[in-house]
């Protein structure tokens, strides 16, 4: 599997996983977050039914909203009769450009930490509030064990040497300019070492 | 032996003794030294009568461990004090106070349902949800250590951890909880996995049934969740003034935590075991149902 394959993979089993989610429950609308380890922040990836799909690639805040809670208690939640909340409207809005009625939202946890949030935009098909929880649970606890296994394969090719240096290097300068982390300063000493090296 | 610890101090907040007097170390030589007189709420005949009529809470010290309060959400009408907890120079966690907000929402609806069944009790908001990763560990033992050991008699837990590295300090923590007469209010996970301390016996562990009454509530005879309260479509406060319907075991647990206080207040001497049996005697299903 090349590295463009798992991408093309990836993005497939994010779009299913909302298509999916939207049509169990009739929804208007279903969207997937996945947290980004380093900010916590909320990386909004992919969106069924209503809603902007160019926001896909946008940022909440952490600890912000429904899914800000879902993603630090790794637990799902029902908040029904929104619309008439600013703060929701402002976080659906930023997150779909739709402003719901009502909002589900379930952790995506992989082994004990939780790496997205999956929600449900005005639910139609209830049974009732108790087994819709339950079920979008059960839902997402699947999800995250797809996704799992999708990061793993990304992980174990990412450990390949990059057959194309160039597209490394380029990589690697988009990547530097970033925070001042400790890492940062250990790459470029590395970066200085593979100079001297070439130099020779 | 001389003690820091003021006379007035009941046993159960006294600091450990350094050296116990024998027979064997944590026992009593009752032969020769009477047992230490306290403070006994006799349990003749609990109905929810005797248990919390005409009681509103007041004297009792509620601490909501969540992601803040809105203070000043008119259903919430104001707090004790407001607090987070927060990194220090080295690192180390500490709980300093905060302004009375909450980015989540989250723990102004459980401070508001506790309000709502409790208007007397003492609201006390310790955040501890500031982080998107690692709200759910390090913060929360921090922040609940603190409680304990501030001497709250209650605490509202609508959270947990599925962190296992976590397990044994915050069962210990549970414990310690238990014996100060500081009870733990712990909601059940939503989903099916393992998280604590909500699954420890020295809590009160609560999951939601789906009837409409606040003050409807189960004895479950098949734990870990003891207790069955509201926490479908529950009316709950969020930040900004406003009210919204909320499902999930966070919210049944300050139900439980609001009726305590009832409780508590009315009978401030009661232990924790003690309040988990009145809780028992008088749920929905356990209680003797007296004939007018």
């Given at each position: 599997m090349s590295r463009d394959d798992i991408d093309g993979t990836e993005r497939t089993l994010l779009q299913s996983i909302v298509e999916v989610a939207r049509h169990m429950f009739g929804a208007a609308a279903s969207s997937i977050f996945l947290v980004d380890p380093d900010t916590g922040e909320l990386v909004f990836e992919a969106v069924s039914g209503?809603?902007?799909?160019?926001?896909?690639?946008s940022r909440l805040p952490a600890g912000t909203g429904i899914a800000g809670w879902v993603a630090a208690s790794g637990q799902p939640m029902i908040a029904d009769?929104?619309?008439?909340v600013t703060q929701f409207a402002q976080d659906a809005a930023e997150s779909t450009g739709y402003v719901p009625r009502t909002i589900m939202a379930a952790p995506l946890i992989r082994f004990e930490e939780c790496v997205g949030v999956l929600e449900v935009l005005d639910r139609t098909a209830s049974r009732s509030d108790l087994d819709d929880v339950e079920f979008l649970g059960l839902f997402a606890t699947q999800a995250a064990c797809t996704l799992e296994l999708l990061l793993r394969v990304r992980h174990s090719r990412l450990q390949e040497p990059d057959r194309d240096p160039h597209a490394l290097l380029r990589r690697i300068g988009e990547r530097l300019p970033g925070k001042a982390r400790p890492s940062d300063a250990a790459a470029v000493r590395l970066l200085a070492i593979a100079d001297d090296l070439l130099a020779r | 032996m001389t003690s820091m610890t003021p006379a007035s101090t009941p046993p159960w907040r006294r600091e450990r003794r350094a050296h116990f007097p024998g027979?064997?170390?944590?026992?009593?030589?009752t032969t020769r030294q009477s047992p230490e007189p306290f403070q006994v709420s006799p349990l003749a005949e609990v109905t929810r009568q005797w248990a919390w009529d005409g009681s509103d809470g007041t004297g009792v010290r509620v601490c909501v461990v969540d992601t803040g309060v809105d203070g000043c959400h008119p259903k919430i009408g104001g707090l004790e004090r407001s607090l987070e907890v927060v990194s220090g120079d080295g690192g180390e966690l500490l709980v300093a106070d905060c302004h009375p907000?909450?980015?989540?929402g989250h723990g102004t609806a459980c401070a508001g349902v506790i309000r709502s069944i409790a208007p007397g009790a003492s609201l006390t908001s310790l955040r501890v949800l500031t982080d998107g990763k690692t709200g759910t560990g390090d913060a929360l033992m921090a922040g609940l250590r603190w409680a304990v050991d501030e001497g709250f008699d209650l605490v509202n837990l609508s959270l947990s951890t599925t962190?296992?590295?976590?397990r044994e300090s915050l069962h210990e923590l549970a414990d310690r909880a238990y014996f100060r007469r500081c009870l733990l209010i712990a909601a059940a996970h939503n989903m099916p996995v393992v998280s604590f301390p909500w699954t420890f016996s020295s809590v009160v562990s609560v999951a939601s049934h789906?009837?409409?009454?606040?003050?409807t509530y189960y004895y479950n005879p098949a734990p870990p969740a003891e207790f069955h309260a509201r926490g479908v479509r529950v009316p709950v406060a969020w930040p900004g003034g406003r009210e919204i319907r909320s499902t999930g075991n966070s919210f049944a647990a300050p139900h439980i935590t609001g009726i305590c206080a009832l409780i508590l207040s009315k009978h401030p001497w009661l232990t924790p075991f003690q309040l988990k049996t009145v809780l028992y005697l008088a749920a929905d299903n356990t209680m003797t149902r007296t004939t007018p």
């Open positions: 209503e809603g902007e799909k160019k926001l896909v690639g009769d929104v619309s008439a | 027979v064997p170390a944590w026992g009593l030589a907000v909450d980015p989540a962190r296992s590295g976590f789906d009837e409409a009454d606040p003050m």
